[in-house]
């Protein structure tokens, strides 16, 4: 194999890189929980309640909100457990309840004013550090990751459903195009 072949051309190449990949959202996975933890201890929240913000903001995020219900499947929590996490997380001041506006019969869930700012004061200085690392990656490399990055997510939402799961409609990667 010469320099100027295409990667398809190499497969142990290809190979490793798909290994790196998966390496690297291992390793992302395991230092995101490190400092989920770290913030549930600051703010005495749950592994469970810190898991429901984090659905609660992505869902919100990627414009589509979840109901208790919702939350309650994503979490594997009975209705009774996720109405006592919700009134919690309510109570805390880190979400509130909202009617949707496309079917007002429904609730559904978004960050409070509160809770965005404990996370923000949490997590802006991870921001400004991701910011401060990525500084030099070319834009066309930030687009080739966040592509990778949907293709993993979609990758792992099938997995996913094919072990029972249900569809997480807002884990869909958001499209920056």
Do not use: C, W
């Not at 910011?131 to 490399?141: N, T």
């Amino acid at each position: 194999m010469t320099d100027d072949m295409p990667d398809s051309a190499r497969p142990d190449a290809r190979a490793r890189l798909e290994a790196d990949i998966s390496a690297d959202v291992r390793a992302m996975t395991v230092a995101s929980e490190q400092i989920g933890r770290t913030f549930g201890a600051l703010h005495d929240l749950s592994p469970n309640d810190f898991q429901a913000l984090m659905h609660v903001m992505v869902a919100d995020t990627n414009g589509t909100p979840l109901t208790a219900g919702e939350l309650g499947s994503l979490l594997g929590l009975s209705s009774a457990a996720v109405t006592y996490l919700v009134e919690r997380m309510l109570s805390s001041g880190h979400i509130r309840r909202e009617a949707d506006p496309s079917d007002r019969r429904k609730v559904i869930l978004r960050y409070d004013d509160h809770g965005l700012e404990v996370a923000r004061e949490f997590f802006a200085p991870l921001g400004q550090r991701t910011a401060r690392a990525l500084r030099d990656v070319p834009d066309a490399d930030l687009a080739a990751a966040h592509r990778v990055f949907a293709v993993l997510i979609d990758s792992m939402q099938s997995h996913y459903k094919d072990l029972g799961g249900k569809n997480i409609r807002h884990l869909t990667a958001r499209r920056t195009t």
